[in-house]
Nanobody
């Protein structure tokens, strides 16, 4: 069983920054696709950003230019750098790992991000 763990959430003021981290119980090099999703209260879970083993990235329109996803295979960690945060970014953020594009996804327990003054 693969375990995925997120960290780095917290409370931040509008305009502030946070960096989320995601680690897995095995090398992230084994996962071709890793991504960040979020779920706000009363809303469906949505894709925030994805990165492939070829370092191809994909972002939700709402975060383009503000968020950056990266993967560090040496540190076995995937990061989500979030800048210029807005109250509407408030959600539980989940990390997702897939070995291939059409394989099962492994999810973490999530980390809360709250943007509020």
């Amino acid at each position: 069983q693969v375990h995925v763990v997120e960290s780095g959430g917290g409370l931040v003021q509008p305009g502030g920054s946070l960096r989320l981290s995601c680690a897995a119980s095995e090398s992230i090099a084994n996962f071709y696709i890793m991504g960040w999703y979020r779920q706000a209260p009363g809303k469906q879970r949505e894709l925030v950003a994805q990165i492939t083993g070829a370092d191809t990235t994909n972002y939700a329109d709402s975060v383009k230019g503000r968020f950056t996803i990266s993967r560090d295979n040496d540190q076995d960690t995937v990061y989500l750098q979030m800048n210029s945060l807005k109250p509407e970014d408030t959600a539980v953020y989940y990390c997702n790992a897939q070995r291939g594009r059409y394989t099962r996804a492994y999810w973490g327990q999530g980390t809360q991000v709250t943007v509020s003054s």
